[in-house]
């Protein structure tokens, strides 16, 4: 069961073939997403051999293989976790009961659509940062992209399957919506805001990779609690490919860190742009920014939507089953942040409507166990300094703190005082003209841009200088 079938059209472990109605849909979906990914995925290096890990089996030692592909060939498929026996929904109303292998008919067109949020931000990714290819600052990060591309893609894929196979016509239109919205376009963009923002440069990508594809990791670990046991079986095997993704950001981010550090000690100087690096101070801004977009992606602080997904044994907490708890929360609590006149006070909520701000809580102890490790970097090198995540309100568009200035200390400003205090806390048009500008391409094996330090090892126990992506 948990070997994959690569002689099929379709790699998958759901035996796709006994089902020739839906392998049909998806054979017919197939050239279109392949489409898509020749008009929007990685721009200029289609016909490149990378080194990339493909999935051979879902159990954790046959899960990878490594070696040469030209993107377009990756084997992309369907593979789901293994079904655990017995299971039984962790949470909401339907406690207890054995997990849903179809949709429950009342709660089609809820599933349905956290399906196609969950999907639409994966092609969305690819879009954002297709261009970045040609300004990679060195070969394994421009293979360590393109591995994440294809792996959205994949997730794609993911999603795509359960709306082929559990949603008929409704799905195989939904399917087709995914392939036609596009980051950032005004006519169809992708539903969610953070993801038709512009991926403009690596540093942007890094930031993006850290906190970005961290909501993605939180928001699969809550579907993965789902009643939908299809659903679940999805979102298992997609968060270990998603681990690599917030490796190469935290790994990513600690790089720059390295080289800036280094350059400061040096030089004895906090101003390393004329050394080519990125000075802190501007880090701070981007992971700033970075930051309070990926806070928005949980939603508001008091949400009936979040309530009505975990009722309805839809989608649960991040860790569900470890938490200690009834799993229903009828009449429970939680503590949660709140504007109250010009301040902002904590008080208690009921609990089912607070989910979000739970998932939040937890997706921002595990960014604040990032930064500490940044910081450990900039403590080592002797420098007395420090990247912070800013206050949860700061520079909110979503939820209650959207309609005040905060500072990233907490405090609620006057617009005047915003305005002031603005270019400190935010990349400016000048901190984006300077990253730019440091965005030349570096593409000879083993060399590195001046901005980023090499990573401590290579891929699959291959050298740094290895040829991770090959000349045309
Ligand atoms: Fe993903
Ligand atoms: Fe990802």
Known sequence: MAGID?????????????????????????PRFLEWWRDMGPEGFQARDVYLRTAISVDAKGWAQFGYVKMPEYRWGIFLAEPETGRT????????????????????????????????????????????????????????????????????????????????RDGREEAEGLLQRRSGDRDKPRILSAFNERTPHWLSYLMFTFFTDRDGKYQLACLAESGFDPLSRTCRFMLTEEAHHLFIGETGVSRVVQCTC????????????????????????????????????????????????????????????????????????YRVAMLQGERIVEKDEPALPSLNERVRDDYIADCQRGVDRWNRIIREHGIDVELRLPHRAFHRAIGAFSEVRVSPDGRVLSQAEWDA??????????????IESLMKPVIEPGKFASWIAPPARGINGRPVDFDYVRPA
């Not at 949980?298 to 799993?327: C, I, P, Q, W």
């Not at 806390?425 to 000048?430: F, I, N, R, Y």
């Open 6 to 30: 690569y002689l099929e059209r379709i790699p998958n472990n759901v035996d796709l073939a006994s089902n020739r109605r839906l392998q049909r849909a998806l054979e017919e979906w197939q």
């Open 89 to 168: 929904i962790p949470f909401g109303d339907h406690k207890g009961r054995p997990v849903w292998q179809e949709v429950p008919g009342e709660y089609r067109g809820t599933l349905r659509r956290l399906i196609v949020t969950q999907g639409d931000t994966e092609p969305a990714s690819v879009e954002q940062q297709r261009h970045l290819g040609r300004t990679c600052p060195s070969l394994y990060d421009l293979r360590n992209i393109f591995q994440v591309n294809v792996e959205e893609g994949r997730h794609l894929w993911a999603m795509v399957y359960l709306l082929q196979a559990y949603f008929g």
């Open 262 to 333: 280094e350059l400061m000690r040096e030089h004895k100087t906090d101003d390393v742009r004329k050394y080519g690096a990125i000075d802190l101070a501007t880090m701070q801004r981007y992971l700033n920014f970075h930051y309070s977009v990926s806070l928005d992606l949980f939603g508001s602080e008091v949400s009936t939507n979040a309530a009505n997904f975990y009722t309805m044994s839809l989608k649960g907490r991040f860790e569900e089953t470890k938490k200690d708890d009834d799993h229903q929360l009828k009449n429970a609590t």
């Open 421 to 434: 205090g603005k270019s400190r806390w935010l990349p400016t048009d000048e901190d984006e003209a300077f």
